[in-house]
């Protein structure tokens, strides 16, 4: 409290121009004001009263803004953000609850898909993907280094695939009736060896 009395005194010696006397008894006086106000509120707080916010002191204007911060919300990719609704519009619900798409792995991974997974997972009322109409994948083309901007579980309905993780430089082939499971961020090349047709879920 004296110091914050004194930097009072000091503003307004400076302001005002006093001599160093008057200064004194300035800060004298201004003392037992804040001495004074002090037990007052003390008072005040044991009958329950709460004392206002007081205004901190400066030689100038003082003033504030409030300022609200700003979080970075990362979005999500268009693709994964409008998979939902093609679900929808193809018979699933995303708020069934017994049954829907799931992540099978975090990692890269091919496995042949049982009736009991397929059932579980709805799958045939997933989106379906085809090559037949996209030239760069047509057969024999060969994808370098893509890399997945999401994380994808397909299930191969038709056709064949050659995937070159670029982890591993080991080729892996997909064949219908498997799931594979793309995780976001990974980097391999792709050569369609016939014609896909999958059904297929974005996270």
């Known amino acids: 409290n004296f110091h914050v009395i004194t930097s009072q005194a000091s503003c307004n010696f400076r302001h005002h121009s006093i001599d160093s006397q008057n200064a004194t008894h300035h800060i004298i006086s201004t003392m037992k004001t804040a001495t004074f106000t002090a037990l007052s509120l003390l008072v005040g707080v044991s009958n329950g009263f709460t004392p206002p ?33 093609k679900y929808s519009e193809g018979g699933g619900s995303i708020d069934d609850g017994t049954t829907g798409p799931e992540i099978l792995s975090t990692e890269f991974q091919i496995q042949n898909a049982s009736s009991s997974q397929l059932q579980q997972l709805d799958v045939e009322n997933w989106p379906t993907w085809t090559t037949s109409d996209k030239p760069k994948w047509g057969v024999g083309n060969q994808v370098v280094d893509k890399e997945m901007p999401y994380g994808e579980l397909s299930y191969v309905l038709s056709g064949k695939l050659e995937i070159i993780p670029q982890s591993t430089g080991v080729p892996e082939i997909v064949n219908v009736g498997d799931f594979v499971t793309f995780p976001k961020g990974f980097v391999a090349s792709w050569k369609v060896l016939e014609e896909l047709t999958w059904h297929y879920y974005l996270y």
């Open 53 to 85: 916010t007081s205004r901190p002191l400066s030689c100038h204007q003082y003033s504030s803004s409030t300022t609200t911060a700003q979080y970075a919300v990362e979005e999500g990719h268009p693709a994964v953000i409008g998979w939902p609704e």
